[in-house]
């Protein structure tokens, strides 16, 4: 989609880390982020966040806006998962369980 080179070329002058794909209908952010609150990694890496949002115009508009904030967050060291992914519970086996 022409749109989503052109915003993440704008993204990218401004020095935003982050970039928008579309994978299907529907709109992700891909960054070197922090690790998940329940990953076996300690340092960042290239991660997805999904934004629940299509690849219209208005979920362009949205994932431009979550971008930047998501850049911000990164400089100043404040991002956190928290808003954008719950860690899975995990469940016992019948073994642990018993």
Same mark, same amino acid.
């Given at each position: 989609?022409?749109?989503?080179?052109?915003?993440?070329?704008?993204?990218k002058?401004?020095?935003?880390p982050?970039?928008?794909?579309?994978?299907? *209908? +529907?709109l992700? %952010?891909?960054?070197?982020?922090?690790?998940? !609150?329940?990953?076996?990694?300690? =340092?960042?890496?290239?991660?997805?966040?999904?934004?629940?949002?299509?690849?219209?115009?208005?979920?362009?508009k949205?994932? *431009? +806006?979550?971008? %930047?904030?998501?850049?911000?967050y990164?400089? !100043?060291?404040?991002?956190?998962? =928290?808003p954008?992914y719950?860690?899975?519970?995990?469940?016992?086996?019948?073994?642990?369980?018993?």
């Amino acid at each position: 989609m022409k749109k989503i080179v052109s915003l993440n070329a704008s993204l990218k002058e401004l020095g935003c880390p982050v970039k928008i794909q579309q994978v299907g *209908k +529907s709109l992700y %952010l891909r960054g070197t982020l922090p690790p998940k !609150l329940d990953s076996s990694r300690a =340092e960042p890496f290239q991660q997805r966040i999904a934004l629940g949002v299509h690849a219209n115009p208005a979920g362009l508009k949205k994932a *431009k +806006s979550e971008a %930047l904030k998501i850049a911000g967050y990164l400089a !100043l060291g404040d991002f956190s998962w =928290e808003p954008y992914y719950t860690p899975k519970e995990k469940t016992e086996t019948v073994n642990e369980w018993c």
